[in-house]
């Protein structure tokens, strides 16, 4: 499966920005993949943000995002969303998505190790 994060850009603190991870490939059913976004802001290591069920109901979050981050999914765009709003400074970096198929019933992951599959990232700066 191939993962194209795209959305970023440069915006300014409180602004807004919603991020796609649209996926692509034969022989890999998208949605029975729990999805996740991870950033890494410079000089640091790359940490989880938010993360969504295949099935859309069950959704995780990084504390600092909580109340202004919204992951979603579009099942038939085979698309997963990250609506990012109340934007701040700290919330610079690139982005990336990733995808893990899991069944049904599995536990939402959320570490960087528990997915195989990733996007190429996408630049989000927060001037202010």
């Known amino acids: 499966v191939q993962l194209q994060a795209s959305g970023g850009g440069l915006v300014q603190a409180g602004g807004f920005l919603r991020l796609s991870c649209a996926a692509s490939g034969s022989g890999y059913t998208f949605s029975r993949s729990a999805v996740g976004w991870f950033r890494q802001a410079p000089g640091k290591e790359r940490e989880f943000v938010a993360a969504?069920?295949?099935?859309?109901?069950?959704?995780d979050y990084e504390d600092s995002v909580k109340g202004r981050f919204t992951i979603s999914r579009d099942t038939n765009k085979n698309t997963v969303y990250l609506q990012m709003n109340s934007l701040k400074p700290e919330d610079t970096a690139v982005y990336y998505c990733?995808?893990?198929?899991?069944?049904?019933?599995?536990?939402?992951?959320?570490?960087?190790?528990?997915?195989?599959?990733w996007g190429q990232g996408t630049l989000v700066t927060v001037s202010s």
């Open positions: 990733a995808a893990k198929s899991v069944i049904l019933t599995a536990p939402l992951p959320v570490k960087e190790s528990d997915y195989p599959y």
């Open positions: 969504v069920s295949r099935s859309g109901g069950t959704t």
